[in-house]
């Protein structure tokens, strides 16, 4: 799943083309198909300090945790897959002459277990559509809820897989991973329950997603230490705990509506500061005008108290300061700001990111599913690669903590077209690394890519919100990862040439994977990189004319006199 970096649910956006007054305040949708209810069937969202501050706290920690068992599982196959391997998951398609080999498999099996993780990858990506109009129109409750039951199906599936007269595997993993989407990003608006504290808790968010994948890391340990007694039915049959309790909580502790963002907040004290001149038509004599005047007076000072004990008393204003220099450093902020869906989509700044993301993501998804065979044939040595395997399971989510506050670091502090340089660089050295028969060299890989991941899925994400901004986000955010993840059933068919027409050796679809992503990167780089060069003379141009439109009154009066 694509890691969204949000750095508060709302921005606001201003409109190429018009004055900084026409800024519109819009809230980030997350669903990309755009709102489907109208505004009286969808919920009002809550205020924060509508809650005690001890109820919203415990549900950001509730919310972590369940996060930290549910959001991202299916991303740690690469240390699940051995476990079934030993199982003899899809043994019984392996022909009778093919050797029984311990921890290895035949090309029938090898496909379809890959197949297992490549419909959960792909699955993540489309339930996006889903998840979004589920939130929006249902709100978080709803959404959380409906994770829950699809986690505890595909628990079902596995914990009877050997029992049920279909193949169980593929669906039951299928669920796992449309679960998770659906209780992770139903909890983004948490954020919200303490504004001043926002990106701590989107960072505990995103931490508790990567760290998710450890899950089955954990399980293997366990799995070997008991000599395969602790068999996948048992492991599924006590995580149904995870999918009830999720239940429980979203009834009994989470919110049914979003929180409502710091500008709806701030909208509040607009709106009391309006009702202090309510009409004269309500109003009889002076006697009930000023007590009407001083119970809304009251009202106001206590709302205005409560958000300002959110925001703190500096308010708004220093982030609103800060995010307008973050958009400055971008150099693209706001390029397609203001256009509709079809025109960004229509645009080469959709199209290359949309090939880009399509390729990156193949690439990433190929390499935790078939490492261990790839490290096998590269360094001749299954016990070596073994131990690849097993450090490549550590380091995933262990890398994906780490990464977290480095790359708001990195997003905020360069340039979009410096961010996407660097990508194609790490991208392109993780392919090179990737073909060389070394252990130093294997490790050098794992570390990066592990770096490379987090990095790679935020960025993508923040490219989108600066570039065709928050207003359609959901919808062009939401197209190119599910094209992407469409797109990623070609690893069947790279996994089949591999083992194929490459007689199991992938250093060709590695070269040819690395050569396209970096063609592709550079012309994404390049085009970039030139627009936000035009973008900087355009705005220097406008700058000069407002001056000089500020100086010609002056002239004019003194040529009076």
Not at 143 to 163: C, M, N
Not at 353 to 382: C, G, H, K, S, W
Request: charged share 20%.
């Amino acid at each position: 799943m694509s890691l969204h970096r949000v750095g508060s649910m709302e921005s606001w956006e201003h409109l190429r083309g018009s004055s900084p007054d026409d800024a519109q305040h819009r809230k980030m949708s997350f669903n990309p198909v755009g709102t489907w209810a109208s505004p009286s069937v969808q919920e009002e969202p809550i205020a924060a300090i509508e809650v005690s501050r001890t109820r919203r706290l415990v549900q950001v920690v509730v919310a972590v945790i369940y996060c930290l068992f549910a959001a991202g599982i299916v991303f740690g196959y690469a240390a699940f897959k051995p476990v079934l391997v030993r199982e003899g998951v899809y043994r019984d398609l392996c022909d009778e002459e093919d050797p029984e080999r311990k921890g290895r498999t035949c090309y029938e099996q090898e496909i379809r277990l890959n197949l297992m993780f490549t419909t959960a990858a792909v699955a993540t990506n489309i339930c996006a559509l889903p998840v979004g109009t589920v939130l929006d129109r249902y709100g978080p409750r709803v959404s959380g809820i409906v994770g829950s039951i699809l986690l505890a199906i595909g628990a079902l599936l596995f914990a009877f897989a050997r029992q049920l007269p279909f193949d169980a595997y593929i669906p039951g993993y299928l669920f796992l991973a449309l679960g998770g989407p659906f209780v992770f990003i139903s909890s983004f608006q948490l954020s919200n329950t303490f504004p001043r504290h926002s990106g701590l808790i989107l960072a505990l968010l995103t931490g508790a997603f990567d760290s998710s994948s450890a899950i089955f890391l954990f399980y293997r340990l366990i799995y070997t230490a008991t000599n395969g007694a602790f068999t996948p039915q048992k492991l599924f049959s006590i995580y149904l705990v995870v999918p009830v309790l999720i239940l429980i909580v979203q009834l009994l502790i989470m919110p049914s509506k979003s929180y409502k963002t710091i500008g709806e907040l701030l909208a509040k004290v607009e709106d009391q500061s309006d009702d202090m001149e309510p009409s004269h038509n309500s109003v009889d004599d002076a006697d009930r005008w000023e007590l009407s005047r001083e119970e809304r007076r009251q009202q106001r000072e206590s709302v205005i108290s409560e958000v300002t004990s959110l925001l703190g008393k500096k308010g708004e204003a220093p982030q609103q300061k800060n995010k307008q220099k973050k958009k400055d450093i971008s150099g693209v902020w706001g390029a397609l700001h203001g256009l509709s869906a079809l025109e960004q989509i229509k645009s080469p700044w959709f199209i290359l990111i949309t090939l880009f993301t399509v390729i990156q993501m193949t690439r990433i998804n190929y390499f935790v599913a078939t490492i261990r065979p790839q490290y096998e044939y590269l360094l001749q040595d299954y016990a070596l690669a073994e131990h690849v395997n097993n450090v490549f399971d550590i380091a995933l989510p262990v890398g994906g903590v780490l990464s977290v506050p480095f790359i708001g670091l990195v997003l905020d502090n360069t340039s979009t077209p410096f961010v996407l340089g660097m990508l194609v660089v790490l991208a392109s050295t993780i392919g090179i690394l990737g073909l060389l028969p070394y252990v130093w060299a294997a490790y050098a890989n794992i570390t990066i890519f592990v770096l490379y991941r987090p990095l790679y899925y935020t960025a993508v994400s923040d490219y989108a919100a600066k570039v065709f901004g928050f207003y359609t986000f959901g919808k062009v955010y939401g197209l190119i990862i599910c094209l992407a993840g469409l797109l990623n059933f070609s690893q069947s068919g790279l996994d089949a040439l591999t083992h194929k027409a490459f007689n199991e050796d992938p250093m060709p679809i590695n070269v040819i994977l690395l050569m396209t992503a970096f063609v592709v990167g550079v012309a994404l780089v390049g085009y970039v990189w030139r627009k936000s060069r035009q973008m900087e003379r355009e705005y220097l141009e406008d700058e000069a004319e407002e001056a000089t439109e500020e100086r010609m009154p002056d002239t004019t009066e003194t040529s009076q006199y």
